[in-house]
């Protein structure tokens, strides 16, 4: 078992990743909940749910797919903690991948002002990303997690078990934003074995994420690829799964840096190799979509601070750069579609 710690002073947290690793989480969980409220989907087989020792469990399976990432799934949970008798002293277990352990993580958030939380991360993306550094949230119609709040876990298991039963097209999310911190470290993570890449990049973002928790700075960097890549989820109506997102938004990104003088050619075919190459990520681009409805949902994301905001690649490594202009997204859309469309 491989152990990341996400250092946050009293709210620090280790993150469990390997094979078994679900089995970790009722010695991690605080002492004195004696009942766990454990929110899951339809998809997570049960065998993945962790033993939780005397405690007194109840089960909350939540609907699957971004459409029910919604105030009312919120609604619905913290009502059905309150008639499974948790108190201030109980925990939630998110068990699943990135839509249950938002969903579970914001609802724990809010019920009784903020109850503990640990997650059992059951895909790739959720291990490398979603289920670390407490952001949870859920979907307003205008974007995706417009509405949400940071509250951290209190521990992560990332349990590869369930990576053996993992969709294909779930591994290829996973891949998405491990592609991303290939950018972000510049290194070929690829190359490691799987518990090792997981473990790493857990690594990248606990350091990011103890740096920089509520996102003031440094830990927009983790946002690579997503600005574009939130924008074409929503556009798109859901059919693009996140990952598949990030991918096309780092190629996006490339486009956008070569068009604004940041990078030449040469990194922009870089991108290309680390995507299509190294991650074999090649998912096609929904049909229909019109640069200014992108555009206008850029402008609505969280980072845009009243400008269009991408993180870009430059010489000296990924930066945040706000004030983007329509006419450099315009040609930067161009030059996207015509290697993707
Ligand atoms: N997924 C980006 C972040 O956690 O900041």
Redesign the pocket.
Known sequence: MRIEQVSLGERSYPVVVGRGARAEIDALLPREARRVAVVTDAGVPRTLLPELGDRSVTVHVIEPGESAKTLSAIESLCGQFSSAGLTRIDTVVGVGGGLVTDVAGFAASVYHRGIAVAHVATTLLAMV??A????TGVNLPDGKNLIGAYWQPCAVACDLDALDSLPARETRCGNG?MAKYHFIAREDLSALALDERIARCVRI?AD??AADER?GGS??L??YG?TFGHALEAESGWVLAHGEAVALGLLFAAHLAHRTGRIGAERVEDHYGVVHGLYDLRPPLPTGLAIDALIASMARDKKALGSLTFVLDSDRGLEVVRGVSETDVHAAWADFTARNA
């Open positions: 990303d979603a670390i550094g407490g952001k934003e973002k990011i994420v996102e830990r927009a983790l946002n997503h």
